[in-house]
């Protein structure tokens, strides 16, 4: 349950001394967050974001920590704006978060289309911008930093976790082991990378990417982890151009970055089974046997579909990005500093409008934080009512 806007307001003018805060309003709460927009005298508007569960206020603080270590010299290296931390504030168990709002507006995979010429381009490009920025970024924060190897092994680890509930078809298990065995694709130099990289991360005006939020998995790793998500979207001419403007603006020969990220995007499903499993959650473990089959169909149908250097075409994932929907980082273990160990922990929140009733169920309500909030400043009411707002 989200908290009164105007409670969250008069909160955040205790996290960032000065704050004139003279309206607010519900910015997409959920279970996880009260989220609010609060406007400020000067006509900019900031978000205030208080978490409400122990995974959540794990990725707020982490979020925090890698917008930190986007220093000003970083940002001015991306061809976007990324949020910035302004102030903190005690709420009991949980800390509000006041951060700068971005502005454009939230994209939808279903955006990236011929109906918006030059936006996959965009994507690209902003993808490409992370990519090449300096590690150093992620390793002077002290951030987590995984290896070509480390990477392989892990996804190894989830592969055999996988194979071991007996639920996975048998020509996946081919696919994926044909895939992780295969040298080619695991020669790769790690990047700086998002982590998290869903389609409701970006702000987007026209064709234009203005924004990119949602940092909280920022590290060392694999590429292709951040153009996964395009393999959800059908349309595959967008997705060729997505994919080819951030080869042209890396300029390097990761020629199997492709295969990698739609790996990714396969293995997605497998991590949602172990989560059911994990959870003993029976609805969870039918709606990932469900994608799993919608995938093995597509397989079958088609006997060049392996993932392998030779094979450049994109996996039709549109079923699988509906039903796993946006990321989140919900439930990773403590030890954040080694994440790589803990993927099978990773779900994905629904899309809106997607399908959600699983994703629903598997919200942690064993670790609800009730914050300590203030009680709501009847001026700020009246403030964002106009009716007494003193200038």
Do not use: C
């Not at 609010?36 to 900019?44: D, F, I, S, T, W």
């Amino acid at each position: 349950m989200s908290s009164n806007p105007f409670t969250l307001a008069a909160l955040a003018t205790t996290a960032v001394p000065g704050l004139d805060v003279v309206g607010a309003t519900d910015d997409g709460s959920d279970e996880h967050r009260s989220v609010v927009a609060a406007q400020l005298a000067g006509g900019e508007t900031v978000q205030a974001v208080l978490p409400r569960s122990i995974s959540a206020l794990r990725s707020a603080k982490e979020h925090a920590s890698a917008l930190a270590a986007l220093t000003l010299a970083t940002r001015s290296r991306l061809p976007f704006e990324v949020p910035t931390v302004l102030g903190t504030a005690d709420a009991g168990r949980s800390t509000l978060f006041v951060i700068s709002r971005l502005g454009g507006t939230t994209m939808l995979l279903s955006d990236i289309s011929p109906a918006r010429p030059g936006l996959a381009v965009s994507i690209g490009q902003a993808i490409a911008a992370i990519h090449e920025l300096p590690t150093s970024v992620a390793s002077d924060a002290g951030l987590a930093h995984e290896s070509a190897q480390t990477l392989r092994t892990r996804l190894l680890g989830t592969f055999d976790r996988a194979a071991e509930t007996g639920s996975v078809p048998a020509a996946l298990l081919q696919r994926w082991e044909a895939a992780l065995g295969d040298d080619r694709l695991w020669q790769f130099k790690p990047t700086l990378v998002h982590g998290d990289l869903q389609a409701p991360a970006f702000r987007v005006e026209g064709a234009a990417v203005v924004g990119l939020d949602g940092w909280h998995a920022l590290s060392i790793g694999d590429p292709a982890r951040d153009l996964a998500f395009l393999l959800g979207s059908g349309e595959f001419g967008s997705v060729d151009e997505a994919f080819d403007a951030h080869a042209a603006a890396r300029g390097i020969g990761d020629r199997q970055v492709r295969q990698r990220a739609m790996l990714h995007a396969e293995l997605d499903i497998a991590r949602w089974l172990l989560h059911g499993v994990d959870r003993s959650d029976g609805s969870i473990i039918e709606d990932a046997k469900g994608m799993l089959a919608g995938l093995v169909a597509r397989v079958d149908s088609d006997p060049g579909a392996a993932i392998a250097p030779q094979h450049l075409e994109t996996m039709d994932l549109t079923g699988v990005q509906a039903y796993l929907g946006e990321a989140a980082s919900a439930d990773r273990p403590a030890d954040a500093g080694t994440p790589a160990e803990q993927e099978t922990d990773v779900i994905q929140n629904p899309l809106p409008g997607g399908r959600t009733g699983a994703a629903a169920r598997d919200l942690d309500r064993t670790d609800v934080i009730e914050p300590a909030l203030p009680a709501a400043d009847p001026t700020q009411q009246e403030r964002a009512d106009g009716s007494s707002a003193e200038r």
